[in-house]
């Protein structure tokens, strides 16, 4: 793994505590019930039931686990120890089966075997070096008539504060 990969997996480490407690991501409504997906990508992607779901970037599992939720075999994968286990914990704790999976995005085994629904949001584009590479991996778990869904925002977009009001720099953080 080369140094920016090892620093940015460290940084992953030391977010997962801070994102798991913050009210951005909202573990205690998960836990009662709330699904952390938004409509758009509700729509967009449309059923799951029954469809296996691999779930690119996947953090401390929140969106992997309520796409579960509605009924997709899903497995999640990430660079982060930190995040993959604290995603099994939360599996056990909601009581919602799910697979999770240690690995750099490149580094993705085959065994995973191929999927109906690749799945990537928020947050997770601005991290990757080479594109290119990425969404070739990403085509590679795909079954036949199976598609890619990638919600995210420009990474550029990440400099500035979003109030929809004025241009400044963003200066708070989940
Ligand atoms: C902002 S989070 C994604 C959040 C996501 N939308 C969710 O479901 O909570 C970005 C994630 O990308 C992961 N990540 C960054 N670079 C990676 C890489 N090269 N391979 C695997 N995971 C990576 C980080 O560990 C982190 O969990």
Redesign the pocket.
Known sequence: MDKY?KT??KN??E??AL?AASRF?NVAGFLRGKS?LLPLELKEVGPVKDRRLL??????????LSWARRGASVTG????PK?IESARALSDRAGVPADFVL????SLGRALGKFDIVY?????LC??GDLKRWFRTAARFLKPGGFLYVA?DHPFAGVFDDDGRRVQVYRDCC
């Open positions: 990969l940015n997996r992953w480490d977010r997962v994102h991501y952390s779930h690119l970037q996947c953090h401390f599992g929140l969106d992997t994968a990430d660079f982060s995040a690995s750099d995005v490149y990537a949001s928020y947050g997770a991290w990757i995210d």
